[in-house]
């Protein structure tokens, strides 16, 4: 693994905590407070963000802010990922209708990186899951599944990243039984087992407010090993449900899984009928977003 660079870590933190506090700003005490240097370390990167535009500092009040350089950049990596970009307009109304969060999740290597995050009108960000644009998480079971499900050597992959030993046989078998009936649905349900902690109270519970490279490593290293096998679900043979993720998965022109579009956080069980709905409703706008990004679906 890469040795992190302080001074590029800090440079996260600050850009990061100040994307949270919206028009309030922090002040060079708050942010050097937050970054653990003293003000005399801290000021030349503001003031070298300040003058490329990155940052604005308020004339009176003398708290940083996000610059206006910031905009063009933003809108640059916006048009980079078109994708995610149509992904992202197709939740907007299954937002709306559903009442629930929706998130567009990219498949990155070995790990998950949260897209975009799409909430319905009057409702906080933190509806869902606790989750931020830009966070990342461990691709390995149970999380995933909807990802890796059509491509075998990406199955086995997964697989081995929890289940290598040889008494892991029947997990592993299990596994690939929900896989298929997550192919022939075109849909994965995730359920949050009964437990002290809801997974939007663990996630909190695991980053709070952190920022940058912190809670990163947080959300990668530490949340698969609260998570039980029974978050995946198979079968719909119960009465009903209450889900952590309803998703389904955008092909690229090679056929692989590079997206998944995700309903998240419902408030509330919901009959076996409304997941299979949701569910439907879910792989239609995927297969949608396939077909409008001129990828390949994998049957």
Not at 164 to 171: C, N, V
Not at 190 to 203: I, K, T
Not at 209 to 220: F, I, K, M, Q, T
């Amino acid at each position: 693994m890469a040795r992190p660079s302080p001074q590029t870590e800090r440079l996260v933190d600050v850009l990061e905590v100040l994307a949270d506090t919206g028009t309030a700003g922090r002040s060079l005490a708050e942010l050097s407070r937050h970054l653990g240097v003293d003000k005399a370390t801290c000021l030349p990167m503001l003031q070298e963000l300040t003058r490329v535009g990155w940052l604005f500092r308020h004339p009176r009040r003398k708290t940083f802010h996000l610059g206006p350089r910031l905009v063009a950049i933003g809108k640059a990596a916006e048009t980079a990922i078109d994708t995610v970009d149509l992904a992202r307009e197709a939740l907007h109304d299954l937002a709306e209708t559903s009442g629930a969060p929706c998130l567009v999740i990219a498949h990155s290597g070995e790990e998950l990186t949260v897209a975009a995050v799409i909430t319905p009108k009057g409702q906080a960000q933190r509806r869902a899951l606790g989750l931020r644009a830009g966070d990342r998480i461990a691709l390995r079971p149970p999380l995933g599944a909807v990802l890796v499900a059509w491509s075998p050597p990406d199955v086995e992959r997964w697989l081995d990243r929890r289940f290598r030993d040889p008494s892991d046989d029947a997990q592993r078998a299990r596994y690939a039984e929900t896989l298929d009936l997550v192919r022939e649905r075109g849909y994965a349900v995730e359920e949050f087992p009964s437990a002290p902690l809801s997974l939007g109270e663990l996630l909190e519970a695991l980053v709070g407010s952190e920022y940058g490279s912190r809670r990163a490593s947080h959300l990668v290293e530490d949340q698969i090993s609260r998570l039980r096998d029974d978050v995946l679900i198979g079968p719909l043979s119960r009465e009903e449900y209450w889900p952590i993720s309803i998703n389904a998965p955008v092909f690229d022109r090679d056929g692989r899984a590079t997206l998944a579009m995700c309903v998240v956080d419902l408030t509330g069980p919901l009959s076996t009928s409304r997941v299979a709905e949701l569910g439907d409703a879910v792989a239609r706008l995927a297969r949608s977003v396939t077909l409008d990004a001129h990828g390949q679906s994998v049957d």
